[in-house]
């Protein structure tokens, strides 16, 4: 006796193939998270060399650039008249404004090629900034801090003496984290949600019909 041929039904448009694999993705039919291009160590070398070339380049800004106070040499020693008062903490204003801008800039692009790591990128850009930061004021102390002492004792009466370059408070070497910190922020903000993400359950496969006799 033969046996009877089921005939195969039209497949509905839009209706999933039984045959078919699964579509990749994570969990409710949202999209798999994108994979790291490249392994920790690289991304960590990257960035510390890029913050260790900028921080040895800010520093020869901070020294270049930072307005100094002038010392006036008399009988007594060196004296600051009023307007040198003023600039007194000029060093610490160029510092932040470099660090600031910097951090700023290198964060939010190390951030954006970096973001595959999820939150680590984060804390990968934070070590950066501070990395840069003490590089900048290493550099720059090296580069322009001549102590006031010896100068004024060499100098005559009348003479004009720069202040040494110096922070006289700590809070300027903030500066760049606040400004990578400030990148990320921002970026992750304007980029959350990007990627469609599924809000609603997907329809089940409906089953096959049962073979025509």
Same mark, same amino acid.
């Given at each position: 006796?033969?046996?009877p041929?089921?005939?195969?039904? =039209?497949?509905q /448009?839009?209706?999933?193939?039984?045959? #078919?694999?699964? =579509? #990749?993705?994570?969990?409710?039919?949202? =999209? #798999?998270p994108?994979e790291p291009?490249?392994?920790w160590?690289?991304a960590?070398v990257?960035?510390?060399?890029?913050?260790? @070339?900028?921080?040895v380049? @800010?520093?020869? %800004? $901070?020294?270049?650039?930072?307005?100094?106070?002038?010392?006036?040499?008399?009988?007594?020693?060196?004296?600051l008249? +009023?307007?040198?008062?003023?600039?007194?903490?000029? /060093?610490?204003?160029?510092?932040?404004a470099?660090?600031?801008?910097a951090?700023?800039?290198?964060?939010? %692009?190390?951030?954006? $090629?970096?973001?595959n790591?999820?939150?680590?990128?984060?804390a990968?850009?934070?070590?950066g900034?501070?990395?840069?930061?003490?590089?900048? $004021?290493g550099?720059?102390?090296?580069?322009?801090?001549?102590?006031?002492?010896?100068?004024?004792?060499?100098?005559?009466?009348?003479?004009?003496?720069? %202040?040494?370059?110096?922070?006289?408070?700590?809070? =300027? @070497?903030?500066a760049?984290l606040?400004?990578?910190?400030?990148?990320?922020?921002i970026?992750? @903000?304007?980029?959350?949600r990007? +990627?469609p993400? #599924?809000?609603t359950?997907? /329809?089940?496969?409906? +089953? /096959?019909?049962?073979?025509?006799?």
């Open positions: 006796m033969s046996q041929v089921q005939p195969s039904l =039209p497949q /448009p839009g209706q999933p193939s039984p045959y #078919a694999p699964p =579509p #990749a993705g994570g969990p409710f039919g949202t =999209p #798999a994108p291009e490249m392994p160590a690289k960590i990257v960035t510390v060399v890029v913050f260790l @070339a900028a921080g380049v @800010a520093g020869w %800004a $901070w020294q270049q650039f930072s307005p100094l106070a002038q010392y006036t040499v008399d009988e007594n020693g060196g004296a008249g +009023e307007e040198q008062m003023t600039r007194i903490f000029g /060093p610490d204003g160029t510092f932040t470099i660090g600031f801008l951090g700023l800039v290198l964060g939010g %692009a190390l951030f954006w $090629w970096l973001r790591y999820g939150p680590w990128s984060v990968i850009v934070t070590l900034a501070c990395l840069g930061s003490g590089i900048c $004021w550099v720059g102390m090296l580069l322009g801090h001549d102590p006031l002492q010896p100068r004024l004792q060499a100098a005559k009466p009348g003479d004009l003496i720069s %202040a040494p370059l110096e922070l006289h408070i700590w809070t =300027p @070497a903030a760049w606040i400004g990578a910190a400030l990148a990320c922020a970026l992750a @903000a304007t980029t959350w990007s +990627e993400v #599924a809000t359950s997907q /329809p089940a496969a409906s +089953e /096959p019909a049962p073979p025509v006799q």
